[in-house]
């Protein structure tokens, strides 16, 4: 499964990127608002910094002409922008005209298996199958992720599911069982992959005992010896 983080913090994109385990990046809306940066400049800075990932970068209008439009110009930016298109009614229809014009899409939103059924039929390169925020109203996210995925293979269609609104570990662990392509996830959650009490008690113990025995790693013999 690819691993994405879902920012427009370029410093998160910087620091993930360095680990040399990062697949690509998503922004949406709210993450670039965030940044306090402008869209275009802020995209262009991830792209430079994750040299062979797809990162997502979405349009804001809700009328077809005018999505075409923000869609072209995002996509002209950088060859690896793929274009994120809400599940709404001309958003499918976007994704099936950028798909026919060879331009990638994302689309984003998806909360359901008929929705998914929509953007793969349309074409879609990535389909952002949120989890987090269906777990936050009591419902159960990752299910539709694995229907998703099971009407993918059985079906033949191309589009990979991208478990997107990942809140916690657990929900990478759940994307990786279901047979998810791609999961993104905040900074904050990628960097809580790394843990495990055991991980920092079993290192801590290591490294006394090594100290402890005044042994160096660039010296022939034990240090003082
Ligand atoms: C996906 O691409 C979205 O940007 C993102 O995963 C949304 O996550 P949230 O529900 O935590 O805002």
Not at 44 to 60: F, R
Not at 112 to 125: C, E, F
């Amino acid at each position: 499964m690819k691993l994405f983080v879902d920012t427009g913090d370029v410093e998160e994109v910087r620091q993930a990127a360095e680990w040399g385990v990062l697949d690509g990046v998503t922004t949406n809306p709210t993450l670039i608002a965030k940044s306090g940066k402008g869209f275009r400049e802020t995209v262009l800075k991830i792209c430079e910094l994750v040299p062979d990932g797809d990162v997502s970068a979405e349009v804001v209008a809700t009328e077809y002409d005018a999505m075409l439009k923000e869609a072209k110009e995002i996509s002209s930016w950088h060859e690896r922008i793929v274009v994120k298109v809400p599940l709404i009614e001309p958003g499918v229809r976007l994704v099936k005209a950028l798909t026919d014009q060879g331009i990638r899409t994302n689309a984003t939103l998806v909360f359901s298996v008929p929705q998914a059924l929509l953007a793969a039929k349309a074409g879609a390169t990535y389909i952002s199958n949120f989890v987090g925020r269906v777990d936050d109203i009591s419902g159960d996210g990752m299910a539709a992720v694995a229907d998703t995925v099971a009407m993918i293979h059985h079906y033949g269609f191309e589009s990979q599911v991208l478990v997107a609104s990942i809140r916690h570990p657990l929900h990478v662990v759940h994307a990786l069982e279901s047979g998810a392509d791609v999961g993104t996830m905040p900074f904050k959650v990628m960097q809580m992959l790394f843990k495990h009490p055991l991980t920092d008690s079993g290192l801590k113990r290591f490294l006394d005992d090594w100290h402890a025995a005044g042994l160096s790693i660039f010296e022939r013999t034990r240090a003082g010896r």
